[in-house]
């Protein structure tokens, strides 16, 4: 069965940074576009940061310039680096991964980012 499995969250200080790992297993076939969300309390889980097999990148305007998507294809795993975080950052982050050929997708566990003021 497919597993997103994710870690790197915690807390952290207003200003500081994490960098979250998801790693994606369990499929015969390839993983398709990648991608973090995140959910607060309250709120609607809402789109972070995508990233397609082809490494072609899509930001939420509200992070662009602070946080960075990227992948390893081979071992199958996205990061997110997250700077200048802030305390509205703070939220419960998701791993998302789309599979080649079948209409399906996946989501990890989540990790919860904590920012202090």
């Known amino acids: 069965q497919v597993q997103l499995v994710e870690s790197g969250g915690g807390l952290v200080q207003a200003g500081g940074s994490l960098r979250l790992s998801c790693v994606a297993s369990?499929?015969?076939?390839?993983?398709?576009?990648m991608g973090w969300y995140r959910q607060a309390p309250g709120k609607e889980r809402e789109l972070v940061a995508t990233?397609?097999?082809?490494?072609?990148?899509n930001y939420a305007d509200y992070v662009k310039g602070r946080f960075t998507i990227s992948r390893d294809n081979a071992k199958d795993t996205v990061y997110l680096q997250m700077n200048s975080l802030k305390p509205e950052d703070t939220a419960v982050y998701y791993c998302n991964a789309k599979v080649v050929i079948i209409t399906k997708e996946y989501w990890g566990q989540g990790t919860q980012v904590t920012v202090s003021s």
């Open positions: 369990g499929s015969i076939f390839s993983f398709g576009a």
């Open positions: 990233i397609t097999g082809g490494g072609r990148t």
